[in-house]
């Protein structure tokens, strides 16, 4: 597998990419964001949708790191490259959040952008996606062929105190264990594939997920400034990523950062 190096120094003045809050997009970012999932699910190469989902769950083998102190790392890693895959179709386009502690959302469920079953009189490339051949030949019987979900109550998503008992621990593996059992709970209330390891990241919403679990550790790293990834972590690899941790605890480093994290860090907006 080919997998791009981090670029290793960034361009010092070159300026943040923010990534937004599904919420908060325009008509037209939303329509360079399908557009980007659209081209990116018509490529069946290294750079296409099938082969970056395939990263983190089937066929084999399975990258992700869960229940492990890669979680966090892991996953900030991926979605950075990820998320430039996405910029090569369309160079404005950044991976948005779904936070599910909004009032909006403990009303709707998912967002509407990536539940609607149609955008523009084609089908909504959010609302889901087809499943690797070879992953589903992997899985064996009963495999699914396409994303599918079958969301609980939205009244019962993480609430913002939830995740600001949690944004209060002073320790990382604390904050990250935690982190990763309300992450665990968000997959399993939207059901279907999304509560599959192996086929969970074959559906959009994953992203948008991960990037509202992402932007919470940048809330927390903000919070606790002199709080640290233990020194034991900071130079292990993150296969199958040219990166290891200590290169993912800076998203400024990497380039990004999350809209409005100073002037406004509550969760639930
Ligand atoms: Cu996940």
């Not at 994303?147 to 939205?154: A, L, N, V």
Request: aromatic share 12%; charged share 15%; hydrophobic share 40%.
């Amino acid at each position: 597998m080919t997998v791009a190096a981090l670029p290793a120094q960034r361009v010092a003045q070159a300026p943040l990419s923010y990534r937004k809050n599904v919420k908060m997009l325009r008509g037209p970012q939303v329509a360079a964001l399908r557009s980007a999932y659209r081209a990116s699910m018509s490529i069946g190469d290294d750079r296409g949708w099938q082969h970056w989902a395939g990263i983190h769950g089937l066929p084999l083998p399975m990258y992700c790191q869960h229940h492990t102190p890669l979680f966090l790392a892991w996953h900030r890693a991926y979605l950075y490259y990820f998320e430039l895959t996405l910029k090569e179709f369309e160079p404005t386009v950044t991976l948005p959040w779904w936070d599910w502690t909004s009032a909006w959302s403990h009303r709707v469920g998912f967002p509407v952008v990536y539940s609607a079953a149609e955008a523009g009189g084609q089908p909504n490339p959010l609302a889901g996606g087809p499943i690797n051949a070879l992953a589903q030949q992997q899985g064996g019987q009963g495999a699914p062929h396409h994303t599918s979900r079958s969301p609980d109550d939205p009244a019962t998503l993480p609430t913002a105190a939830d995740v600001n008992a949690l944004l209060a621990l002073g320790d990382f593996l604390d904050f990250q264990s935690q982190l990763e059992g309300i992450h665990d709970n968000v997959h399993v209330w939207s059901g279907g594939t999304m509560a599959e390891i192996p086929y969970a990241a074959y559906d959009p919403i994953f992203f948008a997920h991960h990037c509202m679990i992402d932007r919470i550790w940048r809330l927390w790293q903000l919070r606790h400034p002199t709080a640290i990834v233990p020194a034991d972590l900071l130079n292990e690899a993150l296969p199958p990523f040219n990166i290891t941790v200590a290169q993912t605890v800076s998203v400024n480093a990497l380039g990004y950062d999350y809209a409005s994290f100073s002037s406004r860090t509550r969760i639930g907006s």
